[in-house]
């Protein structure tokens, strides 16, 4: 197998680790290395658990250096050992459960983990990747009550007696500001309270031309088969016991599937699990069944919305970029955050993302009042047609006392990089002028 160079191989710290085991810590564990003086050579392992060797190597250098770097601080098993020297191992934090009925102003501060009844729900759907490492590092998954998740969640319970075209707020706020951790804190609120909850964490994995698609034919439209399917089975899982009672309201055609009236809803969205090539009309068919019907409100949620209003990654078979209102899934999710279609009672509730500058839109940050649009530059009107009516809410940086109480909950956590004090804290705060990300890697790595 070819060479490659070190130079272009992401490291670990390298100013406590020695070559060898910088060079073992970009490798995979399921191949043995060969370390020369400027290249490392991936030999795979046979059936028999031999190792060969690529062509004009020698072992010698790997053997002489196997037992030095075993026992050195940057080598792979000695990494936590290295850590023990600077960190207290994390151990769990014993908090309350983020019931309804907490959402108070009086609990504003307070950290609060997902309930017991809730956690099933969301591992359904992966957790935002950010967010994700903070609840990697502190067990069990909590977030701290702040004033807008009070604000926020006032708006939304205001929401289960009226249509959704009425609640159409998108979470904008400072790069790290907490805009995914408060639609997060939303969805294991509606979870809570009963509702529908169809939650979207990634929505650029709906862009990336991850997914496989194909265009419909004698029309300008594209369906993902595989990501209507997966969809259809997170909703079965997340609201298995909402739905239980819900069925079709009249006969419907899906696939080449026969559905008759009064079709239990859960078993309707099996069909899309199992067939794929049916999934996008049975998402169809349940949005607009769980739109009808007036007993449960429906939160749709989505996160890094911005990708919904650019480009995607997918190309059309004359090499151009498709639109996203092209590609049938989120076209239907944009009928609903646009409002030309609309759930009977719920809410839409999205949240952009910035952390990767390139997915960043020009049409939703002009549609929002975030950018002066250029009188010189002229948006796609098929993007903006879908931002009309949009609510933008603010999400600040931490208050003091919201900073407070997380640098509480990190102490506890063992997850501090210094000594725990009021002088810290404030340098921490200070340094991160309150920004919840910022706060979170100061804090957490000592940065």
């Given at each position: 197998m070819a060479a490659r160079s070190l130079g272009l191989t992401p490291l670990l710290n390298r100013t406590s680790q020695s070559f060898t085991a910088r060079a073992r810590a970009a490798i995979p564990a399921q191949y043995a290395n060969y370390v020369t003086a400027s290249t490392v050579v991936y030999a795979a392992k046979s059936k028999k658990g031999a190792v060969t060797k690529a062509k004009g190597q020698s072992n010698s250098f790997r053997k002489k250096k196997a037992a030095e770097d075993d026992q050195g601080e940057g080598a792979i098993g000695g990494a936590n050992r290295l850590n023990e020297k600077y960190y207290m191992p994390p151990t769990p934090v014993k908090v309350e459960e983020f019931l309804p009925s907490l959402a108070t102003k009086e609990n504003v501060?307070?950290?609060?983990?997902?309930?017991?009844?809730?956690?099933?729900?969301?591992?359904?759907?992966a957790y935002p990747t950010l967010l994700n490492e903070q609840?990697?590092?502190?067990?069990?998954?909590?977030?701290?009550?702040?004033?807008?998740?009070?604000?926020l969640l006032e708006k939304v319970d205001n929401a289960m007696k009226t249509p959704s075209a009425e609640t159409r707020i998108v979470l904008t706020g400072n790069t790290g500001s907490g805009k995914s951790a408060l639609l997060l804190q939303t969805v294991s609120h509606c979870l809570s309270a009963g509702w529908?909850?169809?939650?979207?964490?990634?929505?650029?994995?709906?862009?990336?031309?991850?997914?496989?698609?194909?265009?419909?034919?004698?029309?300008?439209?594209?369906?993902?088969?595989?990501?209507?399917?997966?969809?259809?089975g997170q909703i079965i899982n997340t609201n298995r016991s909402v739905l239980t009672n819900l069925v079709t309201s009249a006969d419907v055609r899906?696939?080449?599937?026969?559905?008759?009236?009064?079709?239990?809803?859960?078993?309707?969205?099996?069909?899309?699990?199992?067939?794929?090539?049916?999934?996008?009309?049975?998402?169809?068919?349940?949005?607009?069944e769980i739109g009808a019907q007036k007993e449960i409100p429906t939160l749709?949620?989505?996160?890094?919305?911005?990708?919904?209003?650019?480009?995607?990654q997918y190309l059309s078979h004359e090499g151009k970029e498709i639109d996203?209102?092209?590609?049938?899934?989120?076209?239907?999710?944009?009928?609903?955050?646009?409002?030309?279609?609309?759930?009977?009672?719920g809410a839409v509730l999205t949240a952009t993302s910035d952390h990767m500058l390139e997915k960043k839109s020009e049409v939703l940050e002009a549609a929002l009042g975030l950018k002066q649009?250029?009188?010189?530059?002229?948006?796609?009107?098929?993007?903006?047609?879908?931002?009309?009516?949009?609510?933008?809410?603010?999400?600040?940086?931490?208050?003091?006392?919201?900073a407070k109480s997380i640098f509480d909950y990190y102490k506890k956590g063992n997850v501090l990089f210094d000594v725990p004090s009021e002088k810290l804290f404030l340098s921490k705060?200070?340094?991160?002028?309150?920004?919840?990300?910022?706060?979170?890697?100061?804090?957490?790595?000592?940065?």
């Amino acid at each position: 197998m070819a060479a490659r160079s070190l130079g272009l191989t992401p490291l670990l710290n390298r100013t406590s680790q020695s070559f060898t085991a910088r060079a073992r810590a970009a490798i995979p564990a399921q191949y043995a290395n060969y370390v020369t003086a400027s290249t490392v050579v991936y030999a795979a392992k046979s059936k028999k658990g031999a190792v060969t060797k690529a062509k004009g190597q020698s072992n010698s250098f790997r053997k002489k250096k196997a037992a030095e770097d075993d026992q050195g601080e940057g080598a792979i098993g000695g990494a936590n050992r290295l850590n023990e020297k600077y960190y207290m191992p994390p151990t769990p934090v014993k908090v309350e459960e983020f019931l309804p009925s907490l959402a108070t102003k009086e609990n504003v501060g307070q950290i609060l983990g997902f309930p017991s009844t809730v956690i099933p729900a969301l591992s359904q759907t992966a957790y935002p990747t950010l967010l994700n490492e903070q609840f990697n590092l502190i067990k069990p998954a909590a977030l701290a009550i702040r004033e807008p998740t009070v604000s926020l969640l006032e708006k939304v319970d205001n929401a289960m007696k009226t249509p959704s075209a009425e609640t159409r707020i998108v979470l904008t706020g400072n790069t790290g500001s907490g805009k995914s951790a408060l639609l997060l804190q939303t969805v294991s609120h509606c979870l809570s309270a009963g509702w529908v909850v169809i939650y979207v964490p990634r929505a650029s994995t709906w862009m990336d031309s991850s997914s496989a698609y194909s265009k419909v034919p004698g029309s300008a439209m594209f369906v993902q088969p595989s990501l209507a399917s997966t969809l259809a089975g997170q909703i079965i899982n997340t609201n298995r016991s909402v739905l239980t009672n819900l069925v079709t309201s009249a006969d419907v055609r899906v696939g080449r599937h026969d559905v008759a009236k009064g079709a239990p809803l859960l078993e309707f969205l099996e069909i899309g699990v199992k067939d794929p090539f049916a999934a996008q009309d049975v998402m169809e068919v349940f949005l607009n069944e769980i739109g009808a019907q007036k007993e449960i409100p429906t939160l749709l949620a989505v996160d890094e919305i911005n990708n919904f209003f650019r480009p995607t990654q997918y190309l059309s078979h004359e090499g151009k970029e498709i639109d996203p209102d092209q590609l049938k899934l989120p076209n239907l999710f944009l009928n609903y955050i646009s409002g030309k279609k609309s759930l009977n009672h719920g809410a839409v509730l999205t949240a952009t993302s910035d952390h990767m500058l390139e997915k960043k839109s020009e049409v939703l940050e002009a549609a929002l009042g975030l950018k002066q649009a250029s009188p010189y530059k002229q948006f796609p009107q098929n993007l903006a047609s879908w931002t009309q009516g949009l609510t933008k809410f603010e999400v600040p940086n931490y208050t003091r006392q919201e900073a407070k109480s997380i640098f509480d909950y990190y102490k506890k956590g063992n997850v501090l990089f210094d000594v725990p004090s009021e002088k810290l804290f404030l340098s921490k705060f200070i340094a991160s002028d309150g920004n919840p990300r910022k706060f979170f890697t100061a804090c957490a790595k000592g940065v």
